[in-house]
């Protein structure tokens, strides 16, 4: 069973920024698919950015321009820096690790 703990939420103001980590116990993390997923109040869940093997990226376009998703292959961490974030940004982030584990979840909040 692999473990995922996702950490660096909070509150920001409009136009600040965030760096949220997700730490995995897989002991192949590198060769694995990575996703950050959100999902606001009363929405479903949306894949936000994904990261492969290869290091090839892909983002909604939502987010596209402002956040970055990275991983450090050494330390099992994948990682999304989030800038210039909105009010709409606002959810749970969760990380998810070849579509098969699932975090329990990182609180961000975008309100001045």
């Known amino acids: 069973q692999v473990q995922l703990v996702e950490s660096g939420g909070g509150l920001v103001q409009p136009g600040g920024s965030l760096r949220l980590s997700c730490a995995s116990s897989?002991?192949?993390?590198?060769?694995?698919?990575m996703d950050w997923y959100r999902q606001a109040p009363g929405q479903q869940r949306e894949l936000v950015a994904r990261?492969?093997?290869?290091?090839?990226?892909y983002y909604a376009d939502s987010v596209k321009g402002r956040f970055t998703i990275s991983r450090d292959n050494a330390k099992n961490t994948v990682y999304l820096q989030m800038n210039s974030l909105r009010p709409e940004d606002t959810a749970v982030y969760y990380c998810?690790?070849?579509?098969?584990?699932w975090g329990q979840g990182t609180q961000v909040t975008v309100s001045s």
């Open positions: 897989a002991r192949f993390f590198s060769s694995h698919t």
């Open positions: 990261i492969i093997r290869g290091g090839v990226t």
């Open positions: 998810n690790e070849d579509g098969a584990f």
